[in-house]
């Protein structure tokens, strides 16, 4: 006999999902810990380098220029010698800190859960 097919109960999806298109922007490599290293205040690209040690520079300098096309982040030329460019968060951008805040939060329960059943498990 076969199972029943449940239906979901959820509304239907609009045509661009807010949560996919929020996941899009945060699935980027990188891209959490450059939103997390500037919420912090405005830092600089060799700031930037120095908290994030395995990030290349060109890595470092795609997510910059992708979170500022995006809105995410704002680029301040300085008219000093030499030049001089800091990065800050958006209004858009310190939005996205608390989603961040509660991501790393389930990631320290995980990894107390899985530091306590390997302990259960030896």
């Given at each position: 006999?076969?199972?029943?097919?449940r239906r979901h109960v959820l509304p239907p999806t609009p045509p661009t999902c807010a949560v996919g298109e929020c996941m899009a922007l945060l699935g980027g490599a990188w891209t959490p810990n450059v939103i997390w290293h500037l919420s912090g205040g405005p830092r600089r690209f060799g700031e930037l380098r120095?908290?994030?040690?395995?990030?290349?520079?060109?890595?470092?300098?795609a997510r910059l220029k992708d979170l500022e096309t995006k809105g995410v982040v704002a680029?301040?030329?300085?008219p000093t010698s030499p030049p001089s460019v800091d990065y800050m968060l958006?209004?858009?951008?310190?939005e996205?800190?608390?989603?961040?805040?509660?991501?790393v939060a389930v990631g320290h329960k995980l990894k107390a859960q899985?530091?306590?059943m390997?302990?259960?498990?030896?």
């Open positions: 006999m076969a199972l029943k097919q120095r908290d994030m040690p395995p990030i290349s520079p060109k890595m470092l300098s680029r301040i030329a300085r958006t209004p858009l951008g310190r996205l800190v608390p989603a961040i805040e509660a991501i899985a530091a306590t390997s302990r259960a498990a030896e």
